[in-house]
């Protein structure tokens, strides 16, 4: 290119505005960051140092908070923890060094398992209602188009937890209080409004041309929305499907009120740590920092999709 | 191959009348244009032979049989889009085999004739790459290709060459109907552009309004357009409307206007007094001193060989096709003749052309 040397030019961003640009996000960046190393932090922390002030940046690791997460413990004499064995485990030996011995396992194994199996069923679910609704408000005449897809978007604009006492009611009433069934059932039904909006954006993207070229060529209509429609969905379902795990694995009002032995989740079962032995902060960070791992992992597999999937649209081709 | 009937096909969206009781038949192995302009119906109305649109009232018959509520899978066509509707997920090899894996054809089979249809069409170098990478002109062929595999009863096209540009337009048109000779596929072509369709078609309907205004040859479209319609959207610049008010006897071979007598084809109808319209092409207007219509020349657009001058007159400006030889001064006073055996006469109330001698001795009707 004969590159004629130009003061600036007139689209590209100036390098100080790029500088000034890159350190506010760097900033925001710090800024979201500190609250989730201070909890990973906490996690490898001994409870002395978790609540040490000023805060402890350099400590020495201790997975005590994971065995707590993990254990129940009960506090013996010194005599009668002499009289035991060796120490068997690394937990039980951390609990023997505070004069107690590992009674059992906690809780939060069997509770975190709900969470996966709410959120992920919830999400399959809301996802899949979503994407065949949204099919058909974009690709159908829809009596009362506007308004059914007005009133499905109205189901958003109160909070949730507004209608928690009738649901309460209803569920006990029909039985699906405390049951995994009823909680993925919630969070789909909270779930499949924001779906549904998503996805009919993603699918009005879709000329229509591809599947009437499909239904020509031999396919019937469910037949050429499942092998042309949905992989040029994938990247709108990514997205919606993230949006609904986080919601669905975050919720907490209504895991409180609605589950407790059987189907508790995670995020009500976490605080309750706190009150067993003093307040044990690092097992608390403990079952917070795994619990952060599955919507990381799940993001990071569709994150390509993700990306492409939140500016999709806005530039034709 | 087949032929296509279509016969009074109506189709409502909603108040909006799209279609109205257009009937035409397309020939088996006969190329077809549906002309027109911009939301005249043409491709709804292929929509409909196609299945994709089921019609409010009317028939279509593929080789007699009626497949008018059929589905799209059922009725054996080929459709090509007008922005191609390749699949992104899959390379163009796939693409073209789709047709054919929706039949359940086997693999080696399949792959026999994509590779051939792919040799026809000039793409075998381009079987492995992505669509994405492709140019307009090689996505329209394997848009074609997509069609061609499946050897189906006929081919129905919308605006296929629309998204391409000019350049690569002109030698698609040959290489369309030169496929179309070559297979003998009987097929249905939308478009907007009367070149396309003079230059490809046996048969050109067309149509404004939902309405099938003509069907006839490319020439008979031209030199006998049976509406005040077809005789303004076809032909650039369009046929002069000069009008007038008179009866009209059968076997008249003169009408009025204004102070002269206008030789005219022998009228084969009667017509009361009434407001008509006399029609004539600017390649039929001629240069003369004595001539009937007198004007001014108002500008002249050089076309090459040819100009088109442009005369204020009586009746409005007449545009007049002229060797560009010739050199006129804006201002200068002319007199117009026209070529008494071209001239068309409508009916100005209902737009329809009124039977003369110039109907006879043509191939239509």
Redo the contacts between chains.
Sequence with gaps: MTSVTAAHSVVEPSATTRRFAGSLVVLYAVITMIPLVWIVLTAFKSPDDAISYPPKVMFKPSLEGFCNLFTTRSRQTPEFIRSLGPPQGLCDGIARDRNMVVAGPSNYVPRFVNSLIIAFGSTVLAVALGTLSAYGFSRFRVPLKDDLLFFILSTRMMPPIAVAIPIYLMYRTIGLSDTRLGMILLYTSVNVSLAVWLLKGFIDEIPREYEEAAMIDGYTRFQAFVKVVLPQATTGIAATAIFCLIFAWNEYAFAVLLTSGNAQTAPPFIPIIIGEGGQDWPAVAAGTTLFLVPIVVFTVLLRKHLLRGITFGAVRK | MAQIRVEALDKSFGAFHAVKSASFTVEDSQFLCLLGPSGCGKTTTLRMI???ELPTSGTIRLDGEDVTMN???A?D???V???F?L???MNVRHNIG??LK??GISAAERDRRVVEAARILRISHLLDRSVSGLAGGDRQRVALG?AIV?KPKCFLMDEPLGALDTEMREAMIHELRALHDRLGATTVYVTHDQLEAMAMADRIAVMNNGVVEQVATPRDIYDRPASLFVADFIGSPPMNFLPFRAGLQTGAEAIRLGERDVAIPAAREAMAESELVLGVRPEHVRFTDRGMVRGEVYGTEYLGTTQIVTVTTHYGALKARSPSSRSFRTGETVGLDFRPDTLSIFDKASGRAIRTALHEGGAHG
Aim: aromatic share 18%; hydrophobic share 45%; with cysteine.
């Design positions: 196609a299945g994709l589905r799209a899978s009725r066509i080929a459709f889009f007008q922005l509707a699949y992104p997920h789709f047709p929706c039949e997509r499946r």
